[in-house]
């Protein structure tokens, strides 16, 4: 996979390019970009969205002014792609779910039916993971962002029918 600093350089580079000018990506955009990577978005499919922006520019008189603009076409092909995988797995052994008699904390926080010592060891990845963006964000983001992700971690692990911890990490950038 590509490297957190990688992908943000990237996703920036792009913005940058497609405004013809300097741009300073805000707390809200370091937001999308680190959710985008710990969900493991393709730099592909942000391109797409770049490309699709590009041309709805050309109708538009004002240019965009946050990477917000970009969040609706992703998320949209990001859910069109995972349909299409969870079409194709259908013959597939289902997943591991967890039990339906969950007690009602864990109906509104859907960590909490995570065993403690699988939550910290998630929670430690993504903090590995994510902390290339950690000082770029207001700490409210920041938690928004990291339980985001901590949840994604969770749905990957729950996919792999809860055979294994969390996948192994990587070394974190330390720079942007």
Do not use: N
């Amino acid at each position: 996979m590509t490297s957190a600093r990688h992908y943000a350089r990237e996703i920036e580079s792009r913005w940058t390019a497609l405004l013809e000018r300097p741009a300073l990506l805000g707390e809200r955009d370091w937001s999308l970009i680190c959710d985008w990577y710990a969900r493991g978005i393709p730099l592909a499919l942000i391109g797409e969205a770049f490309d699709a922006l590009a041309e709805s520019m050309r109708r538009r008189k004002r240019p965009p002014r946050s990477l917000a603009v970009l969040a609706p076409s992703v998320e949209e092909a990001w859910r069109t792609i995972r349909q299409g995988r969870s079409r194709s797995a259908e013959g597939a052994e289902a997943p591991h779910r967890a039990p339906q008699d969950c007690d009602e904390p864990a109906a509104g926080d859907p960590l909490a039916r995570i065993p403690e010592e699988l939550r910290d060891r998630l929670e430690e990845s993504v903090d590995r993971d994510l902390a290339a963006f950690r000082d770029r964000m207001r700490p409210e983001i920041w938690e928004t962002t990291r339980r985001r992700a901590l949840i994604s971690a969770a749905r990957r692990w729950l996919r792999r029918g809860g055979k294994s911890g969390p996948a192994a990490a990587r070394r974190a950038d330390e720079t942007f």
